[in-house]
């Protein structure tokens, strides 16, 4: 299996990076409360709402199987999404796996601030045109807002042989308020 058709649902369909604001103070008191955990911090809602949409539509598409699907909450903003499937042909039995970070920025301006001070040695702006999908990202993104998006990016770079075990795919996209990177991978 190539990853070009699963990408392409996933790059026009994701968005992500991670967003991580640090603040460091030094208590000497001893009644201070402690720094919540990943199951205590309060997600953002409309991140939460996009990830249960984005996997609604992942499903749905039936040109794939998904043999596993884990959500892994970074913070409050920022989620990690892994997944491994394979597409519903007789043509090949290649699986693939998919480990995306959405990130939700405050505004559409902000999120773009962060992709343009982004490292993108390497990769190719694919497309800057948002569209009206309706699978994936995009078709979640549109679920959540009731709207496409306005801001779309595609950042693309791959390395190693489309049919080969050591291909890897990483992607950089932007819909709106809401960055992805994703890594995909042929895994056997």
């Known amino acids: 299996m190539q990853l070009k058709p699963i990408t392409a649902?996933?790059?026009?369909?994701?968005?992500?990076?991670?967003?991580?604001?640090a603040g460091c103070t030094t208590s000497t008191t001893s009644n201070t409360s402690p720094t919540p955990t990943p199951s205590t911090i309060t997600h953002d809602a409309f991140l939460e709402k996009f990830v249960t949409a984005f996997k609604?539509?992942?499903?749905?598409?039936?040109?794939?199987s998904t043999d596993a699907w884990e959500v892994t909450w970074i913070n409050g903003t920022s989620a990690?999404?892994?997944?491994?499937?394979?597409?519903?042909?007789?043509?090949?039995?290649?699986?693939?796996?998919?480990?995306?970070?959405?990130?939700?920025f405050p505004t559409t301006q902000e999120a773009t601030n962060h992709l343009n001070a982004m490292n993108k040695t390497g990769y190719s702006?694919?497309?800057?045109k948002c569209g009206n999908a309706t699978s994936g990202a995009p078709a979640a993104y549109r679920n959540v807002t009731g709207?496409?998006?306005?801001?779309?990016?595609d950042y693309e770079r791959s390395e190693g042989a489309s049919?080969?075990?050591d291909y890897r795919m990483y992607y950089i996209d932007q819909f709106d308020n809401l960055i992805m990177e994703a890594t995909g991978k042929n895994v056997a």
């Open 56 to 64: 609604a539509s992942w499903y749905a598409d039936k040109n794939y």
């Open 9 to 21: 649902i996933v790059v026009l369909s994701l968005v992500v990076a991670s967003l991580l604001v």
């Open 163 to 165: 049919s080969s075990l």
């Open 125 to 128: 702006l694919e497309s800057s």
């Open 147 to 153: 709207q496409a998006p306005q801001t779309c990016k």
């Open 80 to 104: 990690r999404v892994e997944l491994t499937a394979k597409p519903n042909t007789t043509a090949t039995t290649q699986k693939a796996n998919f480990v995306m970070t959405f990130t939700a």
